[in-house]
Nanobody, 129 residues
């Protein structure tokens, strides 16, 4: 599967942005999708993930209640809706995928980079006034 992240840009604090992760080569409903971000000088961190089988989700504590992950299987795309953004949300955002076995769900372990096999290129999000 090939992943293409898009939707980044400059947004003011308190504003909103929606990132998209479009897939090609395979149907996303067979994959767990994760969103990660990496700020300058910091390690990459997992912020959210969504199961392909049952739609379960996990969020990093710092974005819970502000960010929402969702998927549109018809468009083969996963979204990350970012609301009430803060300057500390500034980073390059990446989406990633790992094939999901039938009948399984996700766990908090899917907020770690090592859980994923496929990565898209990043999209820059800058939160600044």
């Amino acid at each position: 599967v090939q992943l293409q992240a898009s939707g980044g840009g400059l947004v003011q604090p308190g504003g909103s942005l929606r990132l998209s992760c479009a897939a090609s080569g395979s149907s996303l409903d067979s994959y767990i999708i994760g969103w990660f971000r990496q700020a300058p000088g910091k390690e990459r961190e997992g912020i959210s993930c969504i199961s392909g089988t049952d739609g379960n989700t996990y969020y990093r504590w710092s974005v819970k209640g502000r960010f929402t992950i969702s998927r549109d299987n018809a468009k083969n795309t996963v979204y990350l809706q970012m609301n009430s953004v803060k300057p500390e949300d500034t980073a390059v955002y990446y989406c990633a995928a790992v094939r999901q076995a039938a009948g399984t769900s996700i766990s908090r372990d899917h907020l770690t980079s090592a859980a994923y096999d496929y990565w898209g290129q990043g999209t820059q999000v800058t939160v600044s006034s």
